[in-house]
């Protein structure tokens, strides 16, 4: 491959041991490797999150390229701004959602791209941040918002859905076994008064499981599905993914190569089975068999990686070669 030399193995664990974990881009190696990026290439990178994998993939493609970055909040925006300043490539930042990726192509009139990278869910920026209602471990308002400017909040699902209604989308956006129970005592609690924080929200889901969030035994806190399933549903980020994906063959050139990385079953499903359908109708070529994973190194430097699945495919010409 061209463009791009693999460095020895551990290598960049070295480098990026030295940087807060906020900023280390999760599976570097592989990104790199199965995108494959070489010099001149268009990069559409549609979650820029704080500029991570930006920023190596600029590094790849060199002056003759273009880093095109998507990202719906501000502050994520402007530390990968920061971040990519002296990238050598032609860069250019847009907040915008991905699902609207093709409108920001074509107002920089760019009709196809060679690389195209997802990195799903939420930057550690927007977990770290309390404000933002992501984690159950910071007590913050019940926002969830990707979007700060979007309408829809964590806060007004909670308090305004029907128990069944509850019950479905906590089961349907996460798989949760306890549903039923945990929409139960959501409502038998807001009848006493609104659920307005992240820790109050927690310890409903743990009281329903009849458990302590403090005491559980698995490393896996008592509500983090629920809160993944708020969060899904507040940014609709299946839709979206859909959206995206329904999208993505028209703008990648033959051989283009497009990548999604994925922190739970529901996207890697879905991302599994548009690459297997587009294969078998000679969309795609897919690269990876299986989801490919961190190795001990990373997940012992950067715990983000320990749920991070890759899968890349290939977009072949208009012959299905």
Known sequence: MEGWRK??????????????ERHIPVLREHVLELLA???????????VGLGGHARMLAEAIGSEGVMIGLDVDAGNLATARQRLGDAPCRVVLERENFTQFDDVLSTHDVDRVDVLLADLGVSSLQLDDAERGFSFRREGPL?????????????DLVNA?????????IYFNSQERFSRRIAKRICQ??????????????????????????????KTHPATRVFQAFRIAVNDELGALETMLKKAPDYLNPGGRIGVIAFHSLEDGLVKRDFR?????????????????????????????????????????????
């Open 37 to 47: 990026p070489v010099a001149g290439d268009v990069v559409l990178d549609l979650t």
């Open 189 to 218: 609690v807001r009848r006493e008064g609104r659920i307005t924080t992240t820790t109050q929200l927690a310890e409903v889901v743990c009281s329903a499981l009849g458990v302590r969030a403090d005491s559980h035994k698995s």
């Open 277 to 321: 359908q587009r294969r078998n109708d000679g969309v795609y070529d897919v690269v990876t068999k299986r989801p490919v994973i961190a190795g001990p190194e990373e997940r012992e430097i950067n715990r983000r990686s320990r749920s991070a699945k890759l899968r890349v495919a290939r977009r072949c010409d208009e012959e299905g070669k």
């Open 143 to 155: 926002d969830m918002r990707l979007d700060p400017d979007s309408e829809k909040k964590a806060v």
């Open 161 to 169: 859905m029907r128990e069944d209604a509850l019950s479905d989308l």
């Open 7 to 20: 460095p020895p193995v551990g290598a960049w664990l070295e480098v990026v041991s030295d940087y807060d």
